[in-house]
Nanobody, 115 residues
Framework: QLQLVESGGGLVQAGGSLRLSCATSGNIFSINSMGWYRQPPGKQRELVASITSGGFTNYGDSVKGRFTISRDATKKTVYLQMNSLKPEDTAVYYC?????????WGQGTQVTVSS
């Protein structure tokens, strides 16, 4: 079992920055990768960024160069630094963890970017 708790969402003006955090607890030693997904209103959930246990990162095309995923093993936390935010970044952001055949999701945190 794994628990994921997101924080850091909110309202920001276009061009601003936010940092999301995802705190983990439970069976963290079996994590293969972690990431952030988002679901804009009326649209499907999409990958924002991911990081493997080996530190390899992957980003969605729309956020490359603006968002950075990182992790702090000591604090058992994964971060998403979001810079140069755009109104189209408005969505519910979900933390995700893959443990082989198991996938876990956080409850989601709202990010709203005003124009």
């Amino acid at each position: 079992q794994l628990q994921l708790v997101e924080s850091g969402g909110g309202l920001v003006q276009a061009g601003g920055s936010l940092r999301l955090s995802c705190a983990t607890s439970g069976n963290i030693f079996s994590i293969n990768s972690m990431g952030w997904y988002r679901q804009p209103p009326g649209k499907q959930r999409e990958l924002v960024a991911s990081i493997t246990s080996g530190g390899f990162t992957n980003y969605g095309d729309s956020v490359k160069g603006r968002f950075t995923i990182s992790r702090d093993a000591t604090k058992k936390t994964v971060y998403l630094q979001m810079n140069s935010l755009k109104p189209e970044d408005t969505a519910v952001y979900y933390c995700h963890a893959n443990l082989g055949f198991e996938n876990y999701w956080g409850q989601g945190t709202q990010v709203t970017v005003s124009s």
